[in-house]
């Protein structure tokens, strides 16, 4: 039910603050795009009500999510907001909300 609580984690990646844009081997901050596919490694993740970012270094949080079928794609990034290539970067899974 809504609102749908996320708890998002990371294996082989650490999860870090984006601050001032900086980028480090490794390490980045997740987003999750709502209803939108992923965006193409390398591209940076624009800003908006579909695609929300987690700069402050968060893994938890509340999506207010209308009843029905969403689709919610996980995406790791650099401190520029960058999409980060590789396997396990994304993960998209469906939700359905009563």
Known sequence: ?????????????????????????????????????????????PKDETHLHFGDGSTETELALAPGEHTLCLQAADGAHTALPGEGMTHTISVTVP
């Open 1 to 45: 039910a809504a609102p749908v609580r996320v708890v998002m984690s990371a294996e082989n990646f650490t999860v870090e603050p984006a601050g001032d844009g900086a980028i480090h081997d490794g390490a980045g901050h997740l987003h999750i795009m709502v209803d939108t596919p992923c965006v193409e490694a390398g591209t940076t993740i």
